[in-house]
């Protein structure tokens, strides 16, 4: 009975001492395992700070970039009103747009005070001008950077200044003689006698005759015959209206670009021509005949050269292009313009446009602007004529140059000049507005305007003919409404840099 007793004794003992193995291995196991969840849930806080850090810098460093930005706004509207010229309007914005700031204008994260370092560089001299914003949040030892580009586009200021509505409006005189006719309404700034002036069976019709208020009993001279109440055009009634300032927008800055490097077309070994070289476009060989001028950007070149009834393609690559060159001469070629966007030339001396050539001729008016440089002699002014089936179609803004076009010259589009003398003398321009406060117009050999004509006298004989219709001129750059700008700045969206 005692071993019995002894033997469950032992037993017991035995199993208790398994017991207090298993349980100290429990013990053990749930205390890993509480001791990794608390690394987890360690690990996850930091996790949790060092994103919240993380984004906070991406947000400062967005923060920064915009508050410039609404600066920089601010300096391109300030700027535009103080200044005329696109040079000083640039020069002073970026005086003090270019350069480095820092932004702390941001409350504590942590114990740590946020800033924004901020810079703004410039990417290339032309109009549009563009730069970029380079924006570095830090919070404590973590930073993030964003940039963000940005668009200047100066706008010349003060639109034109003419009377709305009026086939032919003079500073002076309005002489009409021959079989010579006006079809719209036609007035003059000046309030002496006989400015209006009708002979032979010239007529004005469709309009009245508008002149200063002390003026009304005295502009027209006119034979009596042109009375006569069974007359079939009779002369128009005259209607008082204050006079008008005749005057051209601003010539603008001829910008500066960059000249491309020379460029070979090579056939075969021994048939080989350079169509660009030392700042030369020559489009007068054989090899460079239909050659495609990719306008990636804008150029200037030094002289652009074609002959031979050879052609060149300007492809614009879907947007506006400007190029600036020295000499346009076009003896003998043709210059087309492709790609969808517009085409703006500015020529800093000559313009010469031989027999048979053309620059847009299968274009439309808006794809092309011509900017001729005056001749910064007032008493040699350049000249610019347009003869023997030449053909340009798209607008001329000619700083000082007379202008002489006769039938044989196909231009159709808008010319504005500072010029002294204007001649159309035969041929039919549609849809168009000459605009030559300084100069005195002559219509002749039949010639055929429809649109009108701002000048500082009119003069017309034959069968010449005026007849307004409305054009429009918005997509000029030298068109604005008043000095208020539109689209002088646009913006990309930010994004992070590494």
């Known amino acids: 009975m005692k071993l019995i007793i002894k033997r469950l004794s032992k037993k017991t003992n035995n199993e208790q001492g398994f017991t207090l193995v298993l349980v100290m291995m429990v013990l053990v196991v749930l205390s890993v395992l509480g001791l990794g969840l608390l690394a987890i849930a360690v690990g996850n806080t930091r996790l949790t700070a060092v994103e919240r850090d993380y984004e906070a810098t991406y947000y400062i460093a967005e923060a920064g970039a915009t508050h410039r930005l609404s600066q920089v706004e601010t300096l391109i509207a300030s700027y535009y009103d103080q200044y005329s010229s696109q040079s000083d309007f640039y020069d002073a914005l970026e005086r003090n747009m270019i350069g480095d700031s820092t932004l702390t204008d941001f409350e504590s994260v942590f114990g740590d005070a946020p800033e924004a370092n901020v810079s703004i560089e410039r990417l290339n001299d032309e109009n549009p001008r563009t730069y970029k914003i380079i924006s570095e949040g830090e919070i404590g030892k ?38 010579s006719s006006i079809s719209g309404n036609v007035g003059t700034n000046s309030d002496q006698a006989n400015t209006v002036e009708l002979d032979g069976s010239a007529y004005i019709t469709d309009g ?65 021509y350079y169509v660009v070289k030392g700042g030369s476009l020559r489009i007068n060989n054989y090899l460079s005949n239909n050659y495609t001028l990719e306008l990636t950007r804008n150029a200037a070149f030094n002289e652009i050269i074609l002959g031979s009834n050879y052609t060149l393609n300007i492809d614009t690559r879907g947007s506006d292009k400007a190029i600036v060159v020295d000499h346009l001469n076009v003896g003998n070629g043709h210059i087309n ?25 299968n274009g439309s ?66 849809g168009s507005l000459i605009v030559a406060p300084n100069a005195d117009f002559r219509l002749l050999g039949g010639a055929k305007v429809n649109g009108a004509v701002i000048t500082n006298s009119y003069y017309g004989e034959g069968g010449t003919n005026i007849t307004y219709q409305e054009v429009d001129i918005s997509h000029l750059p030298f068109i604005s409404n008043g000095d208020t700008a539109d689209d002088l700045l646009k913006s990309s969206p930010p994004r992070e840099s590494n």
Not at 155 to 171: A, D, H
Request: no cysteine.
């Open 365 to 430: 008016v808006e794809n092309l602007i011509v900017f001729l440089k005056g001749s910064n002699d007032s008493s040699n002014p350049k000249q610019l004529t347009l003869s023997h089936s030449q053909v340009i179609k798209g607008s001329i803004y000619a700083e000082d140059a007379n202008i002489h076009f006769t039938g044989g010259g196909g231009f159709q589009g808008h010319i504005f000049t500072a010029g002294t003398n204007v001649v159309f003398d035969g041929g039919v321009r549609t």
């Open 142 to 179: 973590r930073s993030r950077t964003v940039e963000r580009t940005f668009t200047v586009n100066w706008q010349s200021k003060g639109g034109l200044n003419f009377p709305s509505n009026i086939g032919v409006y003079t500073n002076t005189t309005i002489k009409l003689f021959g079989s």
């Open 337 to 361: 313009i492709l790609g969808g966007g517009s085409l703006t030339l500015y020529v800093r001396d000559s313009i010469n446009i031989g027999s048979g050539s053309s620059i847009n001729k």
């Open 208 to 272: 009245n005759i508008y002149v200063p208020n002390n003026a009304t009993e005295i502009a027209i001279k006119a034979p009596e015959y042109m009375y006569k109440p069974d007359r079939e055009y009779k002369i128009p009634e005259t209607v008082a209206k204050p006079p008008s300032t005749l005057s051209l927008p601003p010539f603008p800055d001829l910008p500066s670009y960059t000249i491309p490097p020379d460029e070979e077309i090579v056939k075969t070994e021994h048939e080989k």
